[in-house]
């Protein structure tokens, strides 16, 4: 009888869940703009995923503070629906299907990493969804022809490009050896193929080109390849494991190169976490608080990577920057559009060129921002042990003198 | 029989009915009918014949990865389309789509059974715990290479060809709905039908005690492979639609995820009743609705709750719920009761 009757609660609990599951919300419900969102809280990606949501979050409630949105002479304000990806593309392609079919959400933001938004373009460019997505940069999503995706940030294949030429540069123009390892991701592999057209470009030769696992705890076997054949530059992309992993093993094993260039640094807040051993690591990085960009919500980088300090208690990662830039390139596409029409506010995304905190934002054919470069920056300790992220390229921002070659272990 | 009639033709009109009933909720009907097939042929080896398999992820992976290579590699450069700096677009017209999609299914059913034939007669000798772990291995090594292979994308997946622009915006959650019904009736019948012969009597010969089994004449090994073959040929028709479904293949996140799908597939079997033919189905059912609630309504939660209805399941319902009624109503499974036994069973307890 006790059986029956849990399983008679079971049941109707469902049922009563599923009922009220099936309510679906508008896209525009009073005076609110409901976006969709699949961010990854759990899984592989979840500390990125925090990051992403924290920077859409700390954005909507700007833009709602200051005024809201102007459409057809009302203000609307932006609200988010966010599910849990668990990382994972299979799950994030069902969730955008049933935030726009079941929750009727029109307009979408992207979710954490290039995979998850591989899987998430189909499923918005079938609806005509227009989605801003802040973190998806892997090239592929360029040049599949989707007219609904826009990008606030660079492509992948740019982010260590600089890198590479910088170490040419430094070496009189001559070709350098470069040793790489990459995570089986579609972004880190994208970073890779940019790796691939520098060394193409600049005569460079690749003398270690490992790849890494997805769940990333161990790179010993490749550091062991670099300790014996001393490359010039060692790149190092995965996410924000891959960044943990290598500062660790490479401080572990004490394995020295003279340029370090890796992604996600900020990200894995290495120089908090790692301290000294993650110095003289030169970071790709989308955004800096020290670049001088402008706009009317978060005023600038510095301003911004306050305000968020004070509400998340940590400094903001490119992630969350470039989340909350998002936000700011849906508010001004909106009251460009004076409309709800997703057709419309297409066409004014499209349209997009405007300068935030976190860059100039102008979207090319493919959806790609063409008008913000990435920054360099180099993990850079004073005696006392305290680091700091430095940009050191281009030299239009750099607030430091890239150091290099990186110092031996044992002269440290 | 008449009985039987009424139940299948009313689950049928509600299969046929069902995207029309409830149109928002197709993408989860279809996975729906995924997970059914999976659990269906999962039991044709961890049910019926004793072999508790975590292989079957390898086909299904396989047959994700082919239904979409020759979707693409029958009208375009299959190397090309994946290649992550590619800057061409290739996209198929809707005949090229749909020519694709079916010779893709085919070769995602039958390359795997062939696959599964050849494993199979390798690694079937192994019983109990070995098979387990054996098995367990080939998803994981299989996800791993085919995150290796550049023609397939490597580690920056593969996207499959996008539904064509039809002017109709729910004929890509209808065809695939159907696709994933017609295969699931497709499935059901064919495991019900090779249950009604002496086929299933040698599986659960060899479940009881394969060495008797042996004894007695019946070449187990060939059984055993016939058996696995038929799961994989199924598997990797699910395989090829739920690609197609989800549109973006990764290695070991979408096609050989045996994280999930590897231990979704066993769970449902056991929490419907592993070893009868309409246990998968219920469970893998009961599973889907659970699931779909809990990653809703305990966001963050989700694998808690999970974890929850699970040992839940292991300690009220350890023969699952086809079992738990067999147990509760023994008449309906054609058994026959004394009852007066039975009470005084039940009062010496």
């Known amino acids: 009888m006790k059986i029956k009757n849990i399983i008679i609660t079971f049941v109707s609990a469902i049922a009563i869940l599923f009922s009220t599951s099936v309510v679906s919300l508008a896209k525009v419900v009073g005076d609110k703009i409901i976006l969709g969102a699949a961010i990854s809280l759990t899984g592989k990606y979840s500390s990125n995923g925090v990051h992403t949501q924290n920077g859409y979050n700390m954005a909507v409630d700007r833009i709602n503070d200051m005024g809201g949105i102007k459409v057809g002479g009302k203000t609307y304000k932006f609200d988010i629906i966010y599910y849990d990806d668990e990382s994972n593309p299979k799950r994030a392609a069902q969730l955008a299907e049933r935030l726009i079919s079941q929750d009727g959400v029109e307009f979408m933001l992207g979710p954490y990493s290039s995979g998850l938004t591989k899987a998430i373009a189909p499923v918005t460019e079938k609806y005509g969804v227009p989605m801003v997505e802040a973190n998806g940069a892997s090239r592929s999503l360029f040049t599949k022809g989707y007219k609904y995706l826009f990008a606030v940030l660079a492509p992948a294949n740019l982010y260590l490009d600089v890198a590479i030429e910088t170490a040419v540069e430094l070496n009189g123009g001559k070709g350098v050896r470069i040793a790489q390892a990459f995570e089986q991701d579609a972004f880190s592999q994208d970073v890779r193929l940019g790796i691939l057209d520098a060394a193409e470009r600049t005569g460079s030769k690749i ?28 790149v190092v992309s995965g996410h924000t494991k891959g960044a943990l992993t290598a500062i660790r093993q490479i401080a572990e094993m004490k394995v020295d190169v003279p340029m370090l260039a890796m992604t996600h640094c900020d990200a894995a807040k290495l120089s908090k976490q790692h301290g000294k051993n993650s110095q003289y690591a030169l970071c790709a990085s989308q955004w800096h608080k020290t670049l001088t960009y402008k706009d009317d919500f978060f005023k600038d980088g510095m301003t911004y990577a306050a305000d968020f300090e004070k509400l998340f208690g940590y400094d903001p990662p490119y992630q969350s920057a470039e989340s909350s830039a998002a936000l700011l390139v849906f508010k001004d596409a909106f009251e460009r559009a004076n409309s709800f029409d997703q057709k419309k506010v297409r066409d004014a995304l499209a349209d997009t060129n405007m300068q935030t905190f976190y860059g100039n934002i102008k979207f090319a054919e493919g959806g790609q921002n063409v008008d913000k470069p990435m920054v360099l920056f180099q993990v850079m300790c004073d005696d006392a042990g305290k680091c700091e992220n430095k940009v050191v390229a281009p030299l239009k921002w750099a607030s430091a003198e890239l150091i290099h070659p990186i110092p031996k272990w044992s002269e440290r | 029989m008449n009985k039987n009639i009424i139940l299948y033709g009313a689950i049928l009109i509600f299969g046929i009915a069902a995207p029309f009933i409830f149109p928002a909720f197709k993408v989860q009907l279809s996975i729906l009918c995924i997970l059914i097939i999976l659990a269906i042929t999962w039991n044709v080896q961890g049910g019926e014949m004793g072999y508790n398999t975590f292989g079957n992820i390898l086909f299904y992976g396989l047959g994700m990865y082919l239904c979409a290579s020759v979707q693409v ?41 062939i696959i599964a034939g050849l494993i199979g007669y390798s690694i079937l000798g192994l019983r109990g715990h070995y098979f387990a772990i054996c098995t367990l291995g080939l998803g994981v090594a299989a996800g791993e290479i085919s995150g290796g292979i550049e023609i397939i994308g490597a580690g920056q997946g593969f996207t499959t060809p996008p539904f064509p622009n039809v002017d109709r915006l729910e004929a890509r959650g209808e065809f695939f709905y159907f696709c994933s019904f017609i295969v699931l009736v497709f499935t059901f019948l064919a495991v019900k039908a090779i249950y009604s012969t002496r086929f299933k009597l040698v599986l659960n010969a060899i479940r009881d005690n394969e060495d008797k089994a042996e004894a007695m004449g019946i070449q187990t090994m060939k059984y055993k492979i016939i058996g696995w073959m038929i799961s994989a040929f199924f598997c990797g028709l699910a395989g090829g639609i739920m690609g197609g479904l989800v549109g973006y293949i990764d ?58 209805l699970i040992v839940v399941i292991v300690i009220y319902f350890p023969e699952g719920i086809m079992g738990w009624l067999r147990e509760k109503y023994p008449e309906r499974f054609g058994e026959v009761v004394d009852e007066a036994d039975r009470k005084a069973q039940v009062t010496l307890k």
């Open chain 1, 207 to 234: 003398i270690i080109d490992d790849k890494l696992p997805k769940e990333l705890n161990d790179m010993a076997a490749t550091l062991a390849k670099v300790k014996a054949v001393k490359p010039d530059v060692l």
């Open chain 2, 73 to 113: 590699g029958m009208f375009f450069p299959l190397g090309e389309w994946t290649e992550g700096g590619g800057e061409k677009t290739f996209v198929h017209t809707p005949a090229q789509f749909f020519q694709g999609f079916a010779v893709g299914l085919a070769v995602a059913a039958v390359v795997p059974a």
């Open chain 2, 251 to 308: 290695s070991t996140d979408v096609a050989f995820d045996g994280r999930e799908m590897g231990v979704f597939m066993v769970l449902m079997a056991i929490l419907g009743g592993k070893g009868t033919l309409w246990g998968p189905v219920i469970g893998a059912t009961l599973f889907h609705i659970f699931k779909e609630g809990f990653w809703t309504f305990f966001l963050g939660w989700q694998y808690v709750a999970l974890g929850v």
